[in-house]
């Protein structure tokens, strides 16, 4: 296990995202080394994922994607060190706009109940314009907001522009990914194109691994088409070892326990 900087003993921190894998792609190694230096790191989840792809019918029998891809999240979950897991049931593509005040409700109730130091969401681009992602990052920040001199500080979390592209061209290069291989059938240029710039950014190489190992429990969504299946940890370490954040503007929020693990931002982690 690496050694992280400092001891995170005694604080919290709750992520909260759309989907099961939201919280690996886009900032599982931070989470990872947050659980390493001691926080107590709370997964919040909108919705079971029951409309996501499914890399192979076998995996899901019964039909119930939605269940699958829970139990997936808490494997997940496991490898990353997250202490708990909150699964609710919104309708996965209509975080938007469907329960819109029960799913505020439900972030507030959270941060009440766990007192988190930092709270951290998709930014305004939601990855890659998902509009679940964007719904999710406007319920968390009203929901923060909402909580006035309680509030604690927000983070938005964004894929360095080209990485997936990366990705992609370090599985073609190995000579077995399928050349359709994509995310989902999304443009990998689509990920953290036109996102605002960080604030700072995280080094989680040495937790490229476990991001990368707690990616794969999502066996639904990571099939041989994915280009995931085909990097091996150094190359994780390459794409996947760099994660940036924003701080939210809501004045009231006071503390800076994801700043204390910040490393200087350099034009090669904003710009691969």
Known sequence: MPEPKRSLAGRTVLAIFAHPDDESLACGGTLARLADAGARVILLCASRGEAGSMSDPALVPDGDLGGVRTRELRDAAAVLGVAEVLVFDHPDGDLRWDRVSELHAQIVAAIQQYKPDAVITFAEDGLYWHLDHIGVHERTFTAVRSLGADAPPLYYVTIPPGVMRGLVEAAHAKG????????????????GAKAKPP???????????????????????MGPNNPIAWI???EARRWLGVELFRRAPIETANGSVLEELADPIKSEDVRM
Do not use: Y
């Open 176 to 191: 077995g990914a399928p050349p359709d291989s994509s995310f989902w059938g999304i443009a990998p240029d689509a990920f």
């Open 199 to 221: 604030g700072f950014v995280i080094d989680v190489r040495d937790w490229a691994p476990r991001k990368l190992a707690a990616l794969r429990c999502h066996r639904t969504q």
């Open 232 to 234: 091996n940890e150094d």
